[in-house]
Every structure is written in structure tokens, then in C-alpha cells.
């Protein structure tokens, strides 16, 4: 496993905003400056990191998927899509293995002409792989190239398949892209501004269960885990809860707005592996600084093995003209500790606000963009976070929250009532969290034969 698998782990569940039957789903690449539209229940499984050439891996979903892709931009001296379409077969043919060519196909996506082919290719033990590659020039020596994975029995199908996907892709230009961004962040940096001790104090006593499963269709649902998060008043200390609140220092005297989410996660029901996450997020009245501590224990029967995640934003000064984001985790158990600091730019949404903004904000059809810390990757950094609120079509008096985080990705998408209750948010990948009680949960739990804590 990767460093702080298990906190990582616990997180994606329970603290991001973080697809099934029939239908199509959005993704989205900044980086790649596109959009397009795949099949419901399709999975992202690479991506470029910063520092990198951008790219993006998707493949379908389930345990046996019969496709996968790769969406990258080149840059070629070629002069045609044609050119650079045949230069990639030969690159990627084997020297001594000749291939077929199964199609050969243009097509019309937006104001350009792309250049399709797909070839069978043999393999050493008698089998073929299918290849297919998509070449759209976008601006003068820049292309969006997609290459397309199958096997032979899937790959009429997956032909099928791909063409309303690349009839789908809109490219975008990186200018309009940072235009965006900025009203977005704009946008969201006049929310917070907007935000006070009143405004905070009117979440204290907010409590809610939270149930986390994965829709089973006919075969019934997986029980995934469940979160139990609430509002309180109470000081910075808090969040050491092994210190004596006799012992506090000035610092830690001083009173704020906490967030407690206490998780437990089923990482393998068989051999009964259970993570349980213990979250404080403390954060003073008038926003400007914040602290938290986040522990995630890893449980199977008597052993165990914790991370913590340890982080404080420090306030403007004289020798830091801008707010400082400083996170250390640790393991200790191997005696592991890393550290990690930023610069904090504007429009920076304080840890502790990322999943009850939705009850601070308007309810009005809008775009707004934060900064956020963002860990789930493997190191961890700042990104960036879109969200789109959009009335439900269904009922005009819900409001349907669809939120990014990252550079490139499918959205999380959150369903509100009129009050900015929660009623239904589901995850990428397809768990989904619901309200819940002690006694609804108990019984699903009794009932799947797993341990709540």
C-alpha cells in the first residue's frame, strides 16, 4: 500500500463532495482543455499529475472491462490529421508482427475533421488485441489523440461505443478555461467574504448519520460504511483530545467553530478490516485561521495501525504577507512523518467549511470555484473546486450540486431540499450517502454480518 493509504482511504469516503444502467456521464480535463461524454459506470484510472504532459485514462467499468482509453494532446510538425494518425500506427506496431486494418473513418466534431482507424494487431501466443485511435487537430501542430484498447469479441461493440463518446468532445481553449476559473474563484471569494461569526454560529448543534453503501441493483446493496458529523462551539485545543483542557495554552484557549466526523469504513468484510476515522477541524470565528487533526485506525480484530494528519493555517504577518497552509502526517507505527507547506491563495475555503459551504451559500442557479487542500493524492497539494448548482428538474424546490475537484474528473453529485439538506450524494465510482439513524444502520449492518463500532 501506498504512505497514508489508510487515512486516504477513509477520506475519499467521507470527506469529498470526492454511475450505473444506462446513460452517459460528463468528464471533464482542464488540463486537456475538453469535455466529453461517456458511458454511465465509466472509471477513471489515470491521470496526469502536475509537472506532467497532460493525459487522462478511462476505462469501462466493472470487474472485466472490455475497453480502455487514453485521451492525450500531441504536438507534430505533420501538416494532417491523416499524417499524424498513420505515423502513430507505425510507432505502435510490432516490428515483426503485421496487422490489420479493420476501419478506416473521418468524422465531423465541431468545426475540424478527425481521423479514425482501428487495426487488429496478432500477439506472440496466436491472440489479436484491437487498437483504435482518434486524431482531432485542435490548433496548428497541437492534436487530441484518443487510443482505444479492446479484444476482438468486444470490439464491435466498443466501436459502437466510442463513436457518440468521440462525437461528444468539445475542446476548449486554455484562455477562455482561465477566464472561467477566475470568475468562478471571484465568485467564491465573495461567498466567504460574506461569511461570519453569525453566519457560523447558526450551524452549532447541527448533527447528522450519514450511510455510505454502493447500489447492488437486483443483487442488493453493499454496505460501504457510515459517518457521523457534528457542529459545536468549543476551543482550538480541542482538537488534541488527549490534553487536558487545564493545560492549554493562550493559543488553544481560544474559542471557534469545530467540525467532528467520527467514520468507520469497511475496507475487507471477509477478514472483517474495518478503518475508523476520527475527524476535528477547528476554525476561528472570523475565518482566518484554522487547525485540525485527522487520525484514521485501521482495525482487524486486536491489531491495528494508525496515520494522523495534522494541519494549521497560520495568519498574515509582517515577515508572511499571505496566510500559510502547513500539514504534517505521520505514521508512526514505521516512524514516518512528512511535512508539507503552501502559500494560500485567494479564494482558499477553509478545511473545516468543505462539506456545509452548501448551507452558507445562495440558493441560486450559479458557477463558483475555492481553492481547497486536496487529499487524495498520493502527494498531497492544492486544487482547485467547481461546483455548478442547478434546480432539479424533477422538483423545482431541490437544488442539485455538481462539484469537481481537481484539475480533471467526474463530478460528485449532491441533492438538496429547499433547506440545503442533504438528501442523497453520490460519490464517483458509485457509492452513494444518505441520511440515516442509529437503528436503520444497526439493522444493515446486523444483517450483512459486519461490526459496528
Given at each position: 500500500?501506498?504512505?497514508?493509504?489508510?487515512?486516504?482511504?477513509?477520506?475519499?469516503?467521507?470527506?469529498?463532495?470526492?454511475?450505473?444502467?444506462?446513460?452517459?456521464?460528463?468528464?471533464?480535463?482542464?488540463?486537456?482543455?475538453?469535455?466529453?461524454?461517456?458511458?454511465?459506470?465509466?472509471?477513471?484510472?489515470?491521470?496526469?499529475?502536475?509537472?506532467?504532459?497532460?493525459?487522462?485514462?478511462?476505462?469501462?467499468?466493472?470487474?472485466?472491462?472490455?475497453?480502455?482509453?487514453?485521451?492525450?494532446?500531441?504536438?507534430?510538425?505533420?501538416?494532417?490529421?491523416?499524417?499524424?494518425?498513420?505515423?502513430?500506427?507505425?510507432?505502435?506496431?510490432?516490428?515483426?508482427?503485421?496487422?490489420?486494418?479493420?476501419?478506416?473513418?473521418?468524422?465531423?466534431?465541431?468545426?475540424?475533421?478527425?481521423?479514425?482507424?482501428?487495426?487488429?494487431?496478432?500477439?506472440?501466443?496466436?491472440?489479436?488485441?484491437?487498437?483504435?485511435?482518434?486524431?482531432?487537430?485542435?490548433?496548428?501542430?497541437?492534436?487530441?489523440?484518443?487510443?482505444?484498447?479492446?479484444?476482438?469479441?468486444?470490439?464491435?461493440?466498443?466501436?459502437?461505443?466510442?463513436?457518440?463518446?468521440?462525437?461528444?468532445?468539445?475542446?476548449?481553449?486554455?484562455?477562455?478555461?482561465?477566464?472561467?476559473?477566475?470568475?468562478?474563484?471571484?465568485?467564491?471569494?465573495?461567498?466567504?467574504?460574506?461569511?461570519?461569526?453569525?453566519?457560523?454560529?447558526?450551524?452549532?448543534?447541527?448533527?447528522?448519520?450519514?450511510?455510505?453503501?454502493?447500489?447492488?441493483?437486483?443483487?442488493?446493496?453493499?454496505?460501504?460504511?457510515?459517518?457521523?458529523?457534528?457542529?459545536?462551539?468549543?476551543?482550538?485545543?480541542?482538537?488534541?483530545?488527549?490534553?487536558?483542557?487545564?493545560?492549554?495554552?493562550?493559543?488553544?484557549?481560544?474559542?471557534?467553530?469545530?467540525?467532528?466526523?467520527?467514520?468507520?469504513?469497511?475496507?475487507?468484510?471477509?477478514?472483517?478490516?474495518?478503518?475508523?476515522?476520527?475527524?476535528?477541524?477547528?476554525?476561528?470565528?472570523?475565518?482566518?485561521?484554522?487547525?485540525?487533526?485527522?487520525?484514521?485506525?485501521?482495525?482487524?480484530?486486536?491489531?491495528?495501525?494508525?496515520?494522523?494528519?495534522?494541519?494549521?493555517?497560520?495568519?498574515?504577518?509582517?515577515?508572511?504577507?499571505?496566510?500559510?497552509?502547513?500539514?504534517?502526517?505521520?505514521?508512526?507505527?514505521i516512524g514516518l512523518r512528512q511535512p508539507y507547506e503552501w502559500t494560500v491563495p485567494d479564494g482558499w475555503l477553509p478545511r473545516p467549511l468543505t462539506g456545509l459551504i452548501s448551507r452558507l451559500i445562495p440558493q441560486q442557479p450559479q458557477q463558483i470555484a475555492f481553492v481547497v487542500y486536496d487529499h487524495t493524492a498520493t502527494v498531497p497539494s492544492l486544487t482547485m473546486r467547481q461546483d455548478s448548482w442547478t434546480r432539479d428538474t424533477e422538483m423545482p424546490d431541490r437544488w442539485v450540486l455538481?462539484?469537481?475537484?481537481?484539475?480533471?474528473?467526474?463530478?460528485?453529485?449532491?441533492?438538496?431540499?429547499?433547506?440545503?439538506?442533504?438528501?442523497?450524494?453520490?460519490?464517483?465510482?458509485?457509492?452513494?450517502?444518505?441520511?440515516?439513524?442509529?437503528?436503520?444502520?444497526?439493522?444493515?449492518?446486523?444483517?450483512?454480518?459486519?461490526?459496528?463500532?
Open positions: 500500500m501506498i504512505r497514508y493509504s489508510w487515512l486516504a482511504f477513509a477520506l475519499m469516503y467521507v470527506l469529498t463532495c470526492s454511475q450505473a444502467a444506462l446513460g452517459t456521464e460528463t468528464i471533464v480535463s482542464n488540463s486537456l482543455g475538453l469535455a466529453l461524454e461517456v458511458p454511465d459506470g465509466t472509471l477513471q484510472t489515470g491521470a496526469s499529475q502536475a509537472g506532467q504532459p497532460a493525459f487522462l485514462v478511462l476505462r469501462e467499468g466493472g470487474s472485466m472491462p472490455s475497453w480502455s482509453m487514453r485521451i492525450e494532446r500531441l504536438v507534430s510538425e505533420v501538416s494532417t490529421s491523416d499524417a499524424l494518425l498513420l505515423e502513430l500506427v507505425s510507432k505502435g506496431q510490432s516490428v515483426d508482427r503485421d496487422f490489420e486494418i479493420l476501419e478506416r473513418s473521418s468524422l465531423p466534431i465541431g468545426a475540424q475533421e478527425a481521423s479514425i482507424i482501428w487495426i487488429s494487431e496478432p500477439q506472440g501466443d496466436g491472440s489479436a488485441v484491437i487498437f483504435g485511435w482518434l486524431v482531432l487537430p485542435t490548433t496548428k501542430k497541437d492534436y487530441l489523440v484518443a487510443t482505444v484498447i479492446t479484444l476482438p469479441e468486444s470490439w464491435e461493440k466498443t466501436r459502437n461505443t466510442m463513436l457518440p463518446v468521440f462525437q461528444s468532445i468539445r475542446t476548449q481553449n486554455s484562455q477562455m478555461i482561465a477566464l472561467d476559473r477566475q470568475s468562478m474563484l471571484q465568485r467564491g471569494q465573495e461567498i466567504l467574504n460574506q461569511i461570519d461569526e453569525a453566519s457560523l454560529r447558526k450551524l452549532i448543534g447541527f448533527k447528522e448519520l450519514r450511510r455510505i453503501y454502493a447500489d447492488g441493483g437486483m443483487s442488493g446493496d453493499r454496505e460501504i460504511g457510515y459517518s457521523l458529523i457534528e457542529v459545536a462551539e468549543a476551543p482550538r485545543g480541542t482538537i488534541k483530545r488527549h490534553r487536558n483542557p487545564e493545560r492549554y495554552s493562550k493559543e488553544e484557549q481560544e474559542m471557534g467553530f469545530l467540525v467532528l466526523e467520527h467514520s468507520r469504513i469497511v475496507s475487507d468484510a471477509e477478514r472483517e478490516v474495518y478503518v475508523d476515522l476520527l475527524s476535528l477541524q477547528w476554525l476561528s470565528w472570523d475565518l482566518q485561521k484554522e487547525a485540525w487533526t485527522i487520525t484514521a485506525t485501521r482495525r482487524q480484530g486486536e491489531a491495528r495501525a494508525t496515520e494522523t494528519e495534522v494541519g494549521f493555517r497560520t495568519e498574515q504577518s509582517l515577515s508572511s504577507p499571505r496566510p500559510r497552509l502547513h500539514v504534517i502526517k505521520q505514521d508512526d507505527d455538481e462539484s469537481r475537484v481537481g484539475e480533471q474528473g467526474f463530478p460528485t453529485r449532491v441533492l438538496y431540499d429547499r433547506n440545503a439538506n442533504l438528501l442523497r450524494l453520490n460519490q464517483p465510482g458509485g457509492n452513494t450517502i444518505e441520511p440515516s439513524t442509529v437503528a436503520e444502520i444497526q439493522r444493515l449492518w446486523d444483517q450483512a454480518g459486519l461490526k459496528t463500532e
